[in-house]
């Protein structure tokens, strides 16, 4: 029997932690209606069983590189993936409302760590010529657990209890451990530097603030006084951390590596795509479920071509990226994902779930082109010990830009029902126009990440990751 080579190892230890991560992240909205009525509670503390678990992220994901390489990444990722497994079965277990947003902090802390530390593992893993191979890995969970959660959620909150939203974590956390303790080797970094306590509080305060003010902004108004000084405090918590991250020798948050091109602007156009990404799957299980009556299964289902698509798509692109390079591959894929996005502004009430299904597959044909490119791309000139706080900082931006494309998004959803509604339309109406605002948003956002790609991306920057493997192979 061929033995596995160790790098892909690596990639099943990474897929089963981000796999349970956002498979959690998306199935719990399906059980928020369930946990209401379980704990007689008000939306306003309803809403801390999600936001407990989002600020909980924002502390630990600039972190966690940090303590990956002091104390090792098998370590932390361990740490990580039993904390995370815990806090699920806890979770399950909870017998009051705030029970259960205290365990989804204590989830928060191993979520923090797990995409990050997972990340830096893969990445070190793969050298820069197989970065593309990598990348199609990173692929499977990310748009795969999204599409499936919705699914197992509706399925679980129709046939079972709610509880069982958490308990499914439990097996997969629990082959997760044994696999790493069994099959991983440690990794540290022989120079780390002491921890930097100040960036630790700053950045924690700061994006908690703002991530806080982005989840309220769409519901309460940007210039409520709570978005106000959440979302301000936020901002002068992290103008003061960027002041001392830059003059101190050892940062929590490696800001230096933002002085690389290739890393800072497939980073900016990564905040476009995936803020237009997350924000459009926000909306549109909400479209299918209030106007169209389908069931949360239902609506999960009809998304879940997209990561069909995506897969499908990520093996031919991982053979071009060698050749036609990020900039080409990266600009067409979110014109095109823009492009699939059009016709969802043109839905009606009496639209068709297979109809949505089509949309979606070619959505995620688009979408293939540009999001494993840009993980490739993104690490190409980060050197290993680098790796983990450019994991890091990834993360983090790759979180805000999930909130504030769904806060965005939302905000036009919720001002063009709104201002329809003043105009006499009825309430169905109304909200067709809403969802049409938010999707065609949802497109200008793509095509700006696609422009922003095709005078930015530069395939000179990322030459590393073009190398054919077949050449590198005889060096």
Same mark, same amino acid.
């Given at each position: 029997?061929?033995?596995?080579?160790?790098?892909?190892? &690596?990639?099943?230890?990474?897929?089963?932690?981000?796999?349970?991560?956002?498979?959690?992240?998306?199935?719990?909205? #399906?059980?928020?209606?369930?946990?209401?009525?379980?704990?007689?509670?008000?939306?306003?503390?309803?809403?801390? &069983?999600?936001?407990?678990?989002?600020?909980?992220?924002?502390?630990?994901?600039?972190?966690?590189?940090?303590?990956?390489?002091?104390?090792? #990444?098998?370590?932390? *990722?361990?740490?990580?993936?039993?904390?995370?497994?815990?806090?699920?079965?806890? $979770?399950?277990?909870?017998?009051?409302?705030?029970?259960?947003?205290?365990?989804?902090?204590?989830?928060?802390?191993?979520? %923090?760590?797990?995409?990050? &530390? %997972?990340?830096?593992?893969?990445?070190?893993?793969?050298?820069?010529?197989?970065?593309?191979?990598?990348?199609?890995?990173?692929?499977?969970?990310?748009?795969?657990?999204?599409?499936?959660?919705?699914?197992? @959620?509706?399925?679980?909150?129709?046939?079972?209890?709610?509880?069982?939203?958490?308990?499914?974590?439990?097996?997969?956390?629990?082959?997760?451990?044994?696999?790493?303790?069994?099959?991983?080797?440690?990794?540290?970094?022989?120079?780390?530097?002491?921890?930097?306590?100040?960036?630790?509080?700053?950045?924690?305060?700061?994006?908690?603030?703002?991530?806080?003010?982005?989840?309220?902004?769409?519901?309460?108004?940007?210039?409520?006084?709570?978005?106000?000084?959440?979302?301000?405090?936020?901002? &002068? +918590?992290?103008?003061?951390l960027i002041k001392v991250e830059t003059s101190?020798?050892?940062?929590?948050?490696?800001?230096?590596?933002?002085?690389?091109? =290739?890393?800072?602007?497939?980073?900016?156009?990564n905040t476009l795509s995936y803020g237009a *990404?997350?924000?459009?799957?926000?909306?549109?299980?909400?479209? +299918?479920?209030?106007?169209?009556?389908?069931?949360?299964?239902?609506?999960?289902?009809?998304?879940?071509?997209?990561?069909?698509?995506?897969?499908?798509?990520?093996?031919?692109?991982?053979?071009?990226?060698?050749?036609? %390079?990020?900039?080409?591959?990266?600009?067409?894929?979110?014109?095109?994902?823009?492009?699939?996005?059009?016709? *969802?502004?043109?839905?009606?009430?009496?639209?068709?779930?297979?109809?949505?299904?089509?949309?979606?597959?070619?959505?995620? $044909?688009?979408?293939?082109?540009?999001? +494993?490119?840009?993980?490739?791309?993104?690490?190409a000139n980060i050197e290993a010990p680098d790796?983990?706080?450019?994991?890091?900082?990834?993360?983090?931006?790759?979180?805000?830009?999930?909130?504030? @494309?769904?806060?965005?998004?939302?905000?036009?959803?919720?001002?063009?029902?709104?201002?329809?509604?003043?105009?006499?339309?009825?309430?169905?109406?109304?909200?067709?126009?809403?969802?049409?605002?938010?999707? =065609?948003?949802?497109?200008?956002?793509?095509?700006?990440?696609?422009?922003?790609?095709?005078?930015?991306?530069?395939?000179?920057?990322?030459?590393?990751? +073009?190398?054919?493997?077949?050449?590198?192979?005889?060096?």
């Amino acid at each position: 029997m061929k033995r596995i080579q160790y790098k892909w190892l &690596v990639a099943i230890a990474f897929v089963l932690g981000q796999f349970m991560e956002i498979l959690d992240t998306t199935v719990i909205n #399906t059980a928020i209606p369930s946990l209401s009525k379980e704990f007689a509670t008000t939306p306003a503390t309803m809403e801390w &069983v999600i936001l407990g678990y989002l600020l909980s992220l924002a502390i630990f994901i600039p972190s966690s590189g940090w303590i990956g390489d002091k104390y090792g #990444t098998k370590k932390t *990722f361990l740490f990580a993936l039993s904390v995370f497994t815990l806090a699920s079965a806890l $979770c399950g277990q909870a017998n009051s409302i705030d029970q259960l947003i205290i365990f989804r902090v204590l989830q928060g802390v191993g979520g %923090g760590m797990l995409t990050p &530390v %997972g990340m830096a593992m893969l990445y070190r893993a793969f050298p820069p010529e197989e970065r593309a191979r990598a990348s199609a890995v990173l692929i499977i969970p990310t748009v795969i657990a999204p599409a499936l959660g919705p699914v197992l @959620g509706g399925a679980i909150i129709d046939h079972t209890t709610w509880r069982w939203i958490f308990y499914i974590n439990l097996p997969i956390g629990i082959i997760g451990i044994a696999f790493v303790a069994l099959f991983l080797k440690e990794h540290r970094e022989p120079r780390v530097g002491r921890f930097d306590f100040a960036g630790f509080v700053l950045s924690g305060l700061g994006l908690s603030g703002v991530l806080y003010a982005l989840s309220q902004a769409p519901e309460h108004g940007w210039l409520s006084s709570t978005v106000l000084l959440t979302g301000l405090g936020g901002l &002068v +918590m992290l103008a003061i951390l960027i002041k001392v991250e830059t003059s101190i020798a050892e940062p929590m948050l490696a800001l230096r590596l933002y002085k690389d091109r =290739i890393f800072r602007n497939a980073n900016l156009t990564n905040t476009l795509s995936y803020g237009a *990404f997350i924000g459009f799957y926000f909306l549109l299980p909400q479209f +299918m479920q209030t106007l169209l009556g389908a069931s949360a299964m239902k609506s999960g289902l009809a998304t879940f071509p997209q990561a069909i698509g995506v897969i499908v798509m990520s093996r031919f692109v991982g053979r071009w990226y060698h050749t036609v %390079g990020p900039r080409r591959l990266i600009s067409f894929g979110l014109l095109a994902a823009g492009s699939a996005t059009i016709p *969802f502004a043109f839905l009606n009430l009496n639209s068709s779930l297979v109809t949505i299904g089509a949309l979606m597959f070619l959505r995620g $044909c688009g979408m293939a082109f540009a999001f +494993m490119p840009l993980q490739a791309a993104t690490y190409a000139n980060i050197e290993a010990p680098d790796t983990g706080r450019a994991s890091s900082i990834n993360s983090t931006q790759r979180q805000t830009s999930a909130a504030l @494309g769904v806060a965005i998004l939302a905000t036009i959803f919720i001002s063009r029902t709104n201002h329809l509604l003043d105009s006499g339309a009825s309430t169905d109406t109304a909200k067709l126009g809403g969802f049409h605002a938010g999707f =065609i948003a949802s497109v200008a956002i793509f095509y700006l990440g696609s422009v922003f790609a095709f005078f930015k991306i530069k395939d000179s920057d990322a030459a590393r990751t +073009m190398q054919p493997r077949a050449k590198t192979a005889t060096v």
